[in-house]
């Protein structure tokens, strides 16, 4: 597999233009193989010309074709999955152990989504059957499913290189759906993305599908970016991210003739909970586990837990000494990038000036912007200055966090009601403890989209159950989830045939429900088809 | 029942402000008995903070608390059905027939909603269980499901006072799924609003409710609708209206510091596509069902066919005289306001003007803006003038249709693909014409929330496979019906509960299914609990 640098339009490759860059290795700061050349103008309207073309015949693909194309694309990837690594390493900075459960996790998440997709799991078959008796008119009989709503743009993430970039979960879910996909390659790591584009066209191809079901777009900069969300084929957009950068992307959406929706999973501080009786039962437990989910990844996660409230008292203190300790003995990590290493070292620098606030411990080695290495730190506060600086509530991304000691649960809940939307919330409490854990937990419900209870927020399970989204600014709808076979339903729509003729109905709506779907009868859910 | 003319602030009322308007009657041109105060903007702010309050206790209520209350105030409606009608009727210009129609629809709405509430219908609660034996981690159990969003304003309609206004689809979907509720009352029927609010708020007090559940806002212009949209306390809009009243809210809603969402129902001309096999079987048939759909409510209604293609020939030439017939017959109507009959004979000027479309009949009286009556009328074109011509795609509200001739299916289907977003799509097509019916039907799918074959599109049920909705302008969000039980999934986002205590579990997700829900356990539905 070689890298040629050039976007993937549909089947064909894009323009060699004169604007390129490269990749850069964070760990020596030097360049790495390969010029990739921004897509012209005429690139970015050529994919999504191609992507509605296609649009025409995959999205009336049946969930068995889909599934087909998903799972050819997670065979292809784990076929060349030594290679992929190889790269995604040198781009990104990631271990090889974690680039290869990464990859694994993109391959699961191919096969689960086409999974749904084959049994039909996101069809939403509702059938209202005409009771031809009613006065004064007859009822008709309405029948409605959920279809792909169209061309969809996918932005690939810095911090997951393979499950949420060109293959990911965005991508994943709006094939799935029946849509098409356009994806913005990451900057950060274009070999990764071409790699990992050459490979999902190849499998499309295989698989029959139209051309235009998958394009790769490189950019340097944010050209392409505005014109495919502004271009009036595309239909929605999926974004992981930096909140400034989900906001301008929502911004450019609602400002269209025909606004589309944008799905921006942005920025989440992932606030825990430490109530007395746990820390008291379990000070050294949760400390080691807390200081594993801030500095897993070099605490490059959406959901690594910036901000811990606890209740103050000995068990706080044995609490914190321990936390401080593993703290001081964690070396540096490389990070992602080095913009993102220098925005971490702003955001200890904020932390480290904000009144009230003191660092109480750091790793073993400092921050070094210029080898794109981050230390880790651990800051403490009391609950009266977080409550009166809304700054504090801000996301520092990578492995620092922000402890603040509370000195009742009333004031725990104050703190929980002031939160802004979250990806996650997370409690660790006893048994004894139920009246003050509900309370808690009746506030973080109306703020977060997954409840943690004694566990902490990293590791998002792919499964029908999981939610990672959670109310603005978390995301930028907090009706939709983008981790888990929910995330498909983003990327479809509601039709309803009104006394359709059986020969024009789709196979999810006729009587005989060939293919054994639950759907919603009268009212009734049934897994088999009527009497 | 006494109107006082100020606004609703939970249990209690709002000031009566300097700042009035009154009611007028359409069909006499004269004001109505009853000043309205414009709420001020310390009743708006109060009447969402009250509904935040009220979003702490009611959203945890479970269906079947939710039910009691939706059918309370079904019942409270009915039992004042004559006051409610007969002002309704002296504020619209609508029929005591047409408006007892609406408030059984209204109240049939507000049940099945509650009942949907009741049996978890909209639950969608997800079980994935943990198997502690995965490598290398032991997987989390996982258990999902919808709460509600928090606090929505609704904007009531003009074209339902009662169905689609201060307890309509908006209110009564947003009731069910656990959201309180602040409704700008339309100025256009105010009188209608306070009969309708004060019931449901004593339905509210009667049920235990807390006071801020719902809150009814009087206004003459846009300052309260501002707030409210602008408030951010608001968690999400319902609104019917026009496009640009729609999208203004939209536009608000998407500056805001946390972006909402705004579910606007706003502008659709419905095409219907009379293929030429249908015109020879039924020319007469189909041109006095289209009449009656055309004139159904002096066509004021959202799903009015405004927009008709015709494949030419004989037959199309019988079905054009028999409902140019019909059209002459046809007496002029009450329009609801002077403002929308005048936005309607402005439409009709647009089109009498434009190059190429003829006026084919008018009925037996001239529309007349000073006593809010329109006349109904026909225009003729043919489809390369309406290809051409993208201003013959605008809604004009009321009384007229635009016949479309083309000579054959690939016009047909050229025009079709030229098409905005609809509410709906008809077909008229005979068995013989499957394949020309298939072609076309994939077509509107991709433009239109509701397809309806050999019938007419005005006529929305109630039901659980309805779509009201389609992508824009007809709605602001295409993934979304304003109509049918699935209109309670707007105001609802998915939370996930991770390895959560039984004791602290919702009952929905508890494992031995207390409340008998369908459930995707394990992602197999399930109606019974678990082994």
Not at 428 to 445: D, F, I, M, N, Y
């Amino acid at each position: 597999m070689q890298l040629t640098g050039v976007s993937i339009i549909g089947n064909r490759r894009g323009e060699r233009s004169a604007s390129s860059f490269v990749a850069v290795n964070p760990a020596t700061g030097e360049a790495l193989a390969g010029e990739f050349h921004c897509a012209s103008a005429a690139d970015t309207e050529a994919a999504a010309r191609l992507a509605e073309e296609a649009f025409g015949i995959y999205g009336q693909w049946h969930g068995a074709k889909r599934r087909a194309l998903l799972n050819r694309m997670a065979e292809s990837l784990e076929g060349h999955a030594a290679t992929i690594v190889e790269r995604a390493h040198l781009e990104t900075g990631l271990t090889a152990t974690r680039l290869q459960g990464e990859l694994a996790r993109t391959c699961f998440q191919l096969r689960q989504y086409g999974e749904s997709a084959a049994t039909g799991l996101f069809a939403g078959a509702r059938i209202d059957r005409a009771p031809p008796s009613r006065k004064p008119q007859p009822k008709p009989d309405l029948r409605s499913m959920l279809v792909p709503v169209g061309p969809v743009a996918v932005f690939g993430a810095s911090n997951f290189p393979l499950a949420y970039s060109v293959a990911g979960g965005d991508t994943a879910s709006a094939l799935a759906a029946g849509c098409p996909v356009v994806v913005k390659a990451h900057r950060a790591h274009p070999g990764t993305s071409e790699l990992v584009g050459c490979l999902l066209q190849q499998a499309a191809l295989e698989c029959g599908a139209p051309a235009g079901v998958f394009s790769l777009l490189f950019d340097a900069g944010f050209e392409v970016g505005t014109m495919l969300v502004k271009h009036p084929l595309i239909k929605a957009v999926g974004f992981t991210g930096s909140r400034s950068g989900g906001r301008a992307l929502m911004d450019l959406a609602a400002e269209r003739p025909e606004p589309i929706p944008v799905f921006a999973e942005m920025s989440s501080i992932n606030p825990v909970f430490l109530l007395g009786g746990a820390l008291k039962k379990r000070a050294a437990e949760i400390a080691t586990g807390l200081h594993g989910s801030v500095t897993l990844g070099v605490g490059q996660f959406c959901t690594n837990p910036g901000l811990v409230f606890v209740e103050s008292g000995e068990a706080a203190r044995d609490f914190l000494a321990t936390l401080g300790n593993l703290i001081k003995a964690t070396p540096a990590g490389t990070m992602l990038t080095a913009g993102i290493c220098a925005a971490y070292c702003a955001g200890l620098e904020r932390l480290s000036r904000a009144a009230g606030v003191n660092l109480a411990a750091a790793g073993r080695a400092n921050s070094d912007v210029s080898k794109t290495r981050a230390g880790v730190a651990l800051f403490l506060t009391r609950v009266g200055t977080f409550l009166a600086n809304r700054e504090l509530m801000n996301e520092v991304f990578g492995p620092c966090t922000l402890v603040v000691e509370c000195t009742s649960h009333a004031e725990m809940l104050a703190a929980a009601r002031r939160l802004e939307g979250q990806l996650t919330a997370t409690i660790h409490a006893t048994p004894e403890e139920l009246t003050a854990t509900r309370e808690l937990a009746a506030v973080l419900v109306t703020k977060a989209g997954r409840l943690v209870f004694n566990g902490f927020p990293t590791g998002v399970e792919v499964t029908h159950a999981m939610t990672h989204g959670g109310p603005y600014p978390a995301t930028s709808d907090g009706r939709s989830t983008s981790v888990g076979t929910r995330a498909i339903e983003r990327f479809l729509r509601p039709v309803t045939f009104q006394d359709f003729p059986a020969a024009l109905l789709p196979l999810e709506l006729q009587e005989n429900n060939p293919l054994g779907l639950a759907r919603l009868v009268d009212g009734v859910i049934q897994t088999v088809s009527g009497p």
